[in-house]
Every structure is written in C-alpha cells, then in structure tokens.
C-alpha cells in the first residue's frame, strides 16, 4: 500500500505534522517494499483552499492511504473522490515510523 503521511520538514521525514493542508510536506511510503519519498506540499502557503490542493496533490502521486491528525471536510471529500483511505491519528508528537507501528498493530481507525 502507498501510504501518505504529513510531515513537519520533508527534507527530514521524521516527525508527523497533525495538519493535512498546512504540512510543510509528506512522506510517501510503500508498506511493502519499505521505500519512502519525501514530497513537500505545493499548498503550505495558500491563503484558502490549502487542503484541497494538498488532496489533489496526493491523488497525483498515486496515494492508496492518508495518515494524518486532522483532514479537513473539503479535502477529505477530494481523498474520498480519489478512493484513497484514511487513518485519524491519535493526538501527540509522532514519528513516522511509530505511525507505521500503529498501523501494521491495528491500532490506527480508518475514518
């Protein structure tokens, strides 16, 4: 699975940004080949319409799954339109790989 996850510095994909359309960027990984690309996230500074553009820009790069704190309403209908599955992250400072922990134990609800 193509799993997407918004980070706080795309150079350094370490820890998860909870916001979806204001993350400085994301890290795609591939669940079962383990590769991960690091994306920044053209929307950061839009003044409106940030998570719909970010929606858009996960669409393109062939996403199957968002994890992420907070999706919002406009950006979850774009992820939804393009049959891409979303996990609701629990509150807190993570890191992506504790994301990936969360998720192959089960522990991540799909919204």
Do not use: C, H, N, Y
């Given at each position: 699975m193509k799993l997407l996850i918004p980070v706080t510095d795309p150079d350094n994909p370490v820890e998860?940004?909870?916001r979806f359309?204001?993350?400085?960027?994301?890290?795609?990984i591939d669940t079962v080949s383990g590769t991960r690309e690091s994306l920044p996230n053209p929307a950061?500074?839009?003044p409106s319409g940030a998570g719909i553009k970010a929606a858009r820009t996960v669409l393109d790069a062939g996403t199957e799954a968002v994890a992420a704190g907070h999706v919002g309403?406009?950006?979850?209908?774009?992820l939804r339109?393009?049959?891409?599955?979303?996990y609701t992250l629990p509150p807190?400072?993570?890191?992506v790989d504790r994301v990936l922990e969360l998720?192959?134990?089960g522990e991540l609800p799909p919204q």
């Open positions: 998860v940004d909870a359309g204001r993350a400085a960027g994301f890290v795609l950061v500074t839009e309403p406009k950006a979850e209908q774009v339109s393009g049959k891409v599955q979303i807190g400072t993570l890191s998720l192959a134990a």
